[in-house]
């Protein structure tokens, strides 16, 4: 079998970056935008806010409890509240606050993970959020949001900020490709089709959306037309497009950079065994957690590949009735 | 002086028949409900009747959202039936509603839920995240020049919670003079004694220790209550916490300190002897 380069895209910043330049720019928009920190805004890049607007950032220390608490009070108060911590520590630590402080009363509190996923890579298990989109997505009248890359995080900090209410944005640590190389238009609830296709389609988010994109293009190249769906409205879903990719492809892979349990795999699978079943295929990291390792190791090592993502695609299709 | 003496006296006694009143309210409305937390509420009714009758409050029941209103945020959910029965006597909502606390359909939820009625500042039920939410209200009231003040009410067992420290610790480190904690000290939490399942002494020293400017006071006795809270706001750079010594279930001798009432209603019978021993009957 020839060997296949993956498809040459250009490297972009990380979503972390992004998110932290974009919440910037949105400060100068926005009077009434506070950001709160636990202690990490050098990590999760909301130390560009502190700089901007020293009078509107409050690092409580490392305390995600009293951090979420205070951003509960702050917005009961009228403010837009942005909080960012590590994805664990935000949804793991904190989640009863979540549910309590912000959930409950839908106050507008934006929340943003990043180091989330197994890209982290040498911090190691204790730092990556594999479980963050179970535990957001639980959360009632919570909306989550995933970014491909840069260009659709600063996208969809804006889309954050139009929502009276909480909203969940996942980022991540590493520089990512950029797939939006022109521009691209986020809307919640709404999915967008990258390529399109016809054998089956490739539905994912994150990172998984530039290896679904290199995997459209491996299986093309061994005549299979793949559909590739970026589903960066996790809640809530596209479920119209979700079941149109059903209807006229016939098969679905989902990718995403989580345990298998309750991410975006179990949401397309809840959704179209209601709407429109049709055989489906995952890619994520089953259960179990990874280890400490270089990000681009480990996403070999655990199987979140183009090549990991054309293999479930090729075995999918095999499935579809004749 | 004399007249003033006087009227203070009469006001008082006035203060003293509200805390009667709201006592009748919360045994009437748990034991209607066969649920709920009299006990933990009945220790903490002489400080929500200073709060919200005393004139300690800036507040308006018609304009439950006013941005410069002083808030209240009963960090101890379960002691809805006392700021439930404050809030309705106080007007924010008919007092016949009380009836219905812990019925489907009813704004009066089992533990207060902020949105669902009037008057409520905080979802409150998972103990300990009441001073964060207080933290959150003072800083904004700070970055927006407002003068209101931010009265927290926290249980004994409740600051067991390691998050109501955290909050400590910020509320010290923003100088929130805005900012009270009171602490309803009933020395007991739902297993036993306060002494016995988790110790705080010295209860005091450990908020002084967090930077608070500490105040303490017999939780029942009208005049000083109404002057410590009125003390409260008196301490530029600094916020206040009052460790309030009380009764759980004060006022009903059966209940008093014993915590197996602890998240009970009383029977009928026994809601009969109680409000018997308040002289309702």
Redesign the interface.
Known sequence: MEVIAPAARPLGKSTREAFGEALRDLGYARPDV?VVDADLNTSTRTQLFAVAFP??F?N??I?E??L????????????QVWIASFGVFLLANAF??L???VA????NVKLVGTHTGITVGEDGPSQMAVEDMALACALAGVRVFVPADEVETRAMVQAAAEIDGPVYIRCGRPPVPVVHESGCVFRPGRATVLREGSDLTLAANGIMVAASLDAAEELARQGLSARVLNLSSVKPIDEDALEQAARETGALVVAEEHLAHGGLGSIVARVLSARYPVPLGFVNLGDTYAESGEPRALVERYGLTAGAIAQAARAVVLRKPT | MADAAALQAASLEALREKARVLRKHIITMTTAARSGHPSSSLSAVEILVALYFGGILRHDPERPTW?ERDRFILSKGHAAPALYAALAEAGYFPVEELATLRRIGSRLEGHP???KLPGV??????L??????????????K??SLPYHVFVMTGDGEVDE??VW??A??AS??RLDNLTCIVDHNGYQQTGSTRDVMPLSPLPDKWRAFGWHTLEVDGHDLAAVLSTLAAARAFPGQPVAIIAYTRKGKGVSFVESDYAYHGKALSPEEADRALEELGWK
């Open positions: 506070v009078d509107r409050y409580v220390g305390a409890s009293n979420v608490g205070v951003a509960s009070g702050l917005a009961a108060c009228g403010k009863d606050q549910r309590m402080s409950l009363p839908r106050l | 941005p839920i902020l949105g500042e905080a979802s409150t039920g998972s300990g995240q009441g001073l964060s939410i207080g933290v959150g209200h003072a800083l904004a009231g970055l927006d390691g998050q955290e909050a610790l910020s480190k923003y």
